[in-house]
């Protein structure tokens, strides 16, 4: 008897699990596959992206597949947008944490707002053209959100020549700091220079002047002077005692000479010093500051100079753009279906009881206020 009922309860659970898995007499793919609830969860998932009002959607078979495929494309913007909105976050500020939770919250900020401008979409009830009209400023929002999105994925995807443009601008930049901090410096340079030269002139003619002195008495004591005569003699001593006579007047003015000289010196280091630690504090500056916009200027460089980066960008930009536009068109092209009917009954029906209600409400305040026939108004009412 056991055995007989547990047949017999199998056999229940077996014609229940096929009369559901039957629509109309047919059997459906979730009768083969047996994730039926699965794939239900997943379509509802679908659908509340889609915007749609999910307990009339169940009771319109043919258009699930529609809203399901528009909460697909919706889904496929937030996607994007977060990884465009992270990468850029990170590029910036090069911390993991900041551009993970700003890529979530932009891209929830995109999604919601894709998701708002396609729920608001009516087709019942409206001409093409004004689908048209009115998809025309959320085609314009579409497509400016469409262009924040697409450039950060455009400069990920070029990420390798980028980085050869950015070294090849920050050298020269490094370049053009170097002529304009040489340009900075070049006064100074230029007057210690010629201050340099001019003391060293004059430095040069009093040695000069002290060396002919000390060659002549020199040359008389060998005999190679003017007299010819080997040894010391008048001559030799006199022109000894000019030599010496002549350096010992010129040794002090030597001596200034060479500490002005020096002191020229010690400016012109310290303007080249100077300009030196300029030129490596910016460029470690220019190394370290490659952002968002220095990694935008590359890119803007390479795709005026290369023409195939141009027209992969371009077609880059293009395909991101239509997929952020892509809810608003997908809805736009849908036809008129027995959701669209339903919702437009729903909505119409809860107007018209709304409207009702309004002038019942008001009929009744009227006939408050309003004197009654045969009965004259109270002097207080009057009042």
Not at 84 to 104: D, K, L, P, R, T
Not at 316 to 321: D, E, G, R, T
Request: charged share 25%; proline share 2%.
């Amino acid at each position: 008897m056991a055995n007989n009922e547990n047949s017999r309860q199998h056999g229940d659970n077996s014609r229940q699990h096929g009369d559901s898995s039957r629509q109309n007499g047919l059997y459906t793919y979730d009768s083969f596959s047996g994730n039926g609830k699965r794939r239900a969860a997943e379509s509802h998932f679908l659908w509340w992206c889609a915007g749609a009002y999910q307990r009339l959607l169940k009771d319109c078979p043919s258009e699930q597949t529609k809203y399901a495929g528009l909460g697909g494309v919706i889904l496929a913007t937030f996607v994007l947008a977060a990884l465009s909105a992270g990468y850029a976050i990170y590029s910036v500020f090069g911390q993991i944490g900041w551009a993970i939770g700003f890529a979530i919250i932009w891209g929830l900020i995109i999604f919601n707002f894709d998701r708002f401008l396609v729920s608001t979409m009516r087709k019942y009830g409206v001409s093409r053209r004004k689908q048209i009209l009115m998809a025309l400023p959320r085609i314009a929002l579409a497509l400016l959100i469409g262009v924040t999105i697409a450039r950060p994925l455009e400069l990920k995807i070029f990420e390798k020549e980028i980085d050869v443009q950015v070294a090849e601008n920050r050298h020269k930049k490094v370049l053009l700091n170097d002529s304009l901090l040489l340009a900075e410096g070049r006064n100074v340079l230029t007057t210690a220079g010629s201050e340099r030269d001019r003391l060293m002139a004059r430095k040069t003619g009093l040695e000069d002047t002290l060396h002919r002195l000390q060659q002549a008495y020199v040359q008389e004591a060998d005999g190679t002077g003017g007299s010819q005569r080997r040894g010391i003699d008048a001559l030799t001593r006199l022109k000894q005692a000019a030599y010496q006579s002549a350096l010992q007047q010129d040794l002090p003015e030597l001596a200034r000479l060479q500490q002005q000289i020096h002191y020229q010196d010690s400016l012109m280091q310290e303007a080249n010093a100077t300009r030196e630690g300029k030129r490596k504090q910016y460029e470690e500056q220019v190394r370290s500051d490659v952002g968002f916009l220095e990694r935008n200027k590359a890119l803007s460089d390479l795709s005026d100079r290369e023409g195939s980066v141009f027209r992969a960008n371009l077609l880059i930009s293009l395909l991101i753009i239509l997929i952020e536009m892509g809810p608003i068109l997908s809805k736009l092209i849908m036809s008129t279906g027995p959701y669209d009917l339903a919702l437009a009954k729903v909505e119409l029906s809860q107007m018209v009881s709304t409207e009702q209600e309004m002038r019942a409400e008001h009929a009744r305040i009227r006939q408050r206020y309003e004197p009654k026939e045969g009965v004259e108004p109270k002097e207080e009412e009057v009042l």
